[in-house]
């Protein structure tokens, strides 16, 4: 067993009444920031609920990682892509980056979408920066779109550009805004070209009543929860290490905001994943049933 006071480690929630999905994480810096493997992450995350998850990558040696783990763990699904910043910071590695980037997003099913791409006008001042940001996601909506896959945006302090950039573009099939953190006007806008839009923990903070009220506007069926683990943990564990399998708390946030029952909310941000992913992945038969309160943790 996992001792998670031992190891500083936010204690595990009251499981889910339905499985359900995470619909962004980064299990590598989970790894790094915690001390947890991949699998014990999963497992974590199974006991409570959380049985499948969606991995993002943010450079080459990230995607390759998240390729590697959705090829040989049937709960996750991968994402490839360089991180805005990443490619602003490495200008140099970007040309052989991008190459890797194109040669795993075709490795298989596993592989589900290209992200986390965008623009990033926070970390990167600089109009050089910032142009090539540009130049990179649009090379990243192309090659989504060459490919029939999902696109994962990264946005921030960028929404006009981001929306300029993705309208000038082919257009994917299916878009998901990552850690959302706009208002109910650009939810609006996403919501209008058939975005999904995906809440992490600092949904949960009381300063962040524009994050609710974006919310409160986005269509159900356009809902996703993610962790962003290791980052954006959620109330009550804001301030330690997140991870998976704490997308609970963030989930019956929501919930609460939306007035949905919890089963409902699982099914529902479940199904809404499956659907901004490019359809089911796994086992549902080895997961844990609604009415268990001690499930197993089934590995691989």
């Known amino acids: 067993m996992i001792d998670l006071a031992a190891m500083h480690l936010p204690e595990l929630p009251v499981a889910l009444a339905a499985p359900t999905v995470d619909a962004h994480t980064h299990l590598d810096s989970v790894t790094e920031r915690t001390g947890l493997s991949a699998g014990q992450s999963l497992d974590l995350a199974q006991s409570v609920g959380v049985a499948w998850v969606v991995q993002a990558g943010d450079t080459a040696e990230d995607s390759r990682f998240a390729e590697e783990l959705a090829r040989t763990d049937s709960r996750v699904v991968a994402c490839v ?3 805005p910043n990443e490619v602003a910071r490495n200008p140099v590695r970007y040309e052989s980056g991008f190459a890797e980037i194109r040669r795993l997003a075709q490795a298989g099913p596993h592989v589900r979408a290209i992200g986390e791409t965008g623009l990033d006008y926070y970390r990167t001042t600089s109009v050089q ?5 540009q130049e990179a996601f649009a090379r990243h909506i192309e090659l989504c779109v060459e ?5 994962v945006i990264h946005d921030r302090d960028a929404h006009s550009d981001v929306l300029r950039i993705l309208d000038e573009s ?9 850690s959302f953190s706009g208002d109910a006007d650009h939810v609006r806008a996403c919501v209008e070209r058939g975005y999904w839009l995906s809440f992490p923990g600092v949904t949960t903070y009381n300063a962040n009543h524009h994050l609710r009220r974006a919310l409160a506007v986005t269509p159900d069926d356009k809902v996703l929860a993610e962790t962003d683990a290791p980052y954006l943990t959620p109330i009550p564990a804001r301030g330690r290490p997140n ?3 704490l997308i609970p ?3 019956r ?3 609460a905001q939306k007035k949905w029952g919890e089963e409902e909310a699982c099914v529902l941000l ?3 994943a499956f659907a901004a992913y490019g359809g089911p992945w796994g086992d549902m038969a080895t997961f844990p049933s609604p009415d268990s309160n001690t499930p197993e943790l089934p590995h691989g």
């Open 129 to 133: 920066g910032q142009t090539l940001q």
């Open 253 to 255: 946030f929501l919930a």
């Open 147 to 151: 490919l029939g896959l999902t696109l």
């Open 249 to 251: 708390h963030t989930l």
């Open 170 to 178: 082919p257009r994917p099939e299916r878009v998901v805004m990552h």
């Open 270 to 272: 479940r199904e809404n």
């Open 81 to 83: 892509a360089l991180h």
């Open 243 to 245: 991870g998976p399998y």
